[in-house]
């Protein structure tokens, strides 16, 4: 017997159940009231769990935390090989950027931990909006081990970073990094699309280039959103020669039914293939959706003591997750629930736009992408925005969130309900 299944068979389900702190405190209208109200019929069991074997699930699928062990990166083989030959023998700056939960960090740390294996010093940070570039560039160089520098530059060096002020120039940075003569430095910048201020942009942008016409053994990769790049390439068009730019596309399907057989051989258990393939089609290549809507399967496969996840207790995940999310995104979740569930007519074409929203950014021709009548738009209105013209979901991970819920509506809703729309 699987040893989840096996303990929780004596767990008294009813009389462990409490609501969880967020679902009493939060009360965010009708979504979130409803769907506790459909979900508590799931969770009073879920809840009841040993918090040992709830536990086990949520370290195996670990859908909050970037990848530790380089094994454990699937499908990311041609983006490491693309940095380590860009970034650590062709020697030039890295921008890593995709989607939110597409594996950024996963990506960049994996590739730190392969060079941090060659030789090379490795800093690791990330940004936070309100930064100055003077004591950003003071943090990374206070980090350069001393080892890196001629011994007796050393007490000057440490004066010259002691003194930068916050409103540095890159000019006096490179004054800074020139002196490293001993050792490789890679500075990973992760999370650069949360700096708005367009002074620092604009800074590390100079310095980059600056750090490459000098051939100073200094690179920089920054991680972040796509658009976070636009700036830092406009301002220097030639900058794009030095630099190695590699996307977070989305996961091809092998590797996302790889990511879900691992994460499941680590409590034990095991889905089928159709319930592979159900989680797989719904997270489109996210593996931080992957993993969400694996883990909430599997918690709701242990807690009928089964070690197998079949196509119930994926759909079952997939509304579990949906509920999560719209405890927190309530306004979306009720116009993404009403969409769902056939209250503005079939709700293919709310599913067609979510998945041509996730599309992989090589071929993300605007043309080319699926869109929505006026009347499509004001029904979905509150998960939307318009982006220099283009209406997009506002909360990049909610696409995967709104075809969940469309693929459990297809099982549980009656046809009636879905060719007949409710006014
Ligand atoms: N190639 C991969 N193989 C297996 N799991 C992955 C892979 N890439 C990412 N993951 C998992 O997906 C989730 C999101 O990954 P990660 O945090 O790296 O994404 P991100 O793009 O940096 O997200 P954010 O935009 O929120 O910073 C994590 O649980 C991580 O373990
Ligand atoms: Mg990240």
Not at 14 to 42: F, K, N, V
Not at 114 to 129: E, F, I, K, P, Q
Not at 271 to 295: K, W
């Amino acid at each position: 017997m699987n040893k989840l299944g096996g303990r929780n068979e004596h767990v008294p389900a009813l009389e462990l159940w409490t609501a969880p702190e967020e679902y009493r405190t939060l009360d965010q209208g009708a979504i979130a009231g409803e769907w506790l109200l459909s979900a508590r019929g799931d969770d009073r069991g879920i809840l009841a769990l040993r918090s040992d074997d709830a536990d086990l699930v949520y370290t195996s699928f670990d859908a909050s935390q970037p990848v530790d062990q380089p094994g454990d990166l699937r499908g990311r083989e041609t983006q490491v090989a693309q940095l380590v030959s860009g970034v650590l023998f062709r020697r030039n700056h890295g921008i890593i950027s995709g989607p939110r939960g597409s594996g950024k960090t996963s990506l960049v740390r994996t590739f730190g931990q392969y060079t941090d294996r060659d030789g090379v010093v490795v800093l690791y940070s990330a940004c936070d909006n309100g930064t100055r570039f003077g004591d950003l560039m003071r943090e990374y160089l206070e980090q350069i081990p001393v080892s890196s520098f001629e011994p007796d530059m050393v007490g000057l060096i440490r004066e010259r970073i002691g003194a930068l002020r916050s409103d540095a120039t890159p000019n006096q940075i490179i004054g800074l990094l020139a002196q490293v003569k001993y050792a490789q430095v890679i500075i990973i910048a992760d999370e650069f699309d949360r700096v708005s201020d367009p002074d620092l942009r604009w800074k590390i942008a100079s310095l980059l280039k600056l750090l490459s016409d000098a051939r100073i053994s200094v690179r920089f990769v920054l991680v972040g959103d796509a658009s976070a790049f636009d700036t830092i390439v406009q301002s220097h068009p030639s900058l794009t020669r030095h630099i190695t730019r590699v996307t977070t596309d989305p996961l091809d399907h092998d590797a996302i039914i790889a990511i879900l057989r691992d994460c499941a051989a680590r409590c034990e258990l095991t889905f089928t293939d159709a319930a592979l393939d159900l989680i797989e089609d719904v997270a489109c290549g996210s593996p931080y959706h992957a993993r969400l809507f694996g883990m909430h399967a599997s918690l709701c496969a242990i807690k009928g003591g089964q070690p197998s996840i079949g196509i119930d207790q994926a759909l079952a995940g997939l509304r579990r997750a949906f509920a999560e999310w719209a405890l927190m995104n309530p306004e979306a979740g009720q116009a993404i629930q009403g969409v769902a569930e056939g209250d503005f007519g079939d709700n293919e074409p709310y599913a067609r736009f979510a998945r041509s929203s996730v599309g992989r950014a090589s071929t993300d021709d605007r043309d080319d992408r699926a869109s929505l009548t006026a009347e499509e738009q004001g029904a979905l209105a509150p998960a939307l925005e318009r982006l220099d013209g283009v209406v997009t979901f506002r909360d990049a991970t909610a696409p995967q969130f709104l075809i969940a819920l469309c693929r459990s509506a297809e099982k549980i809703m009656p046809l009636a309900k879905k060719v007949a729309p409710r006014a």
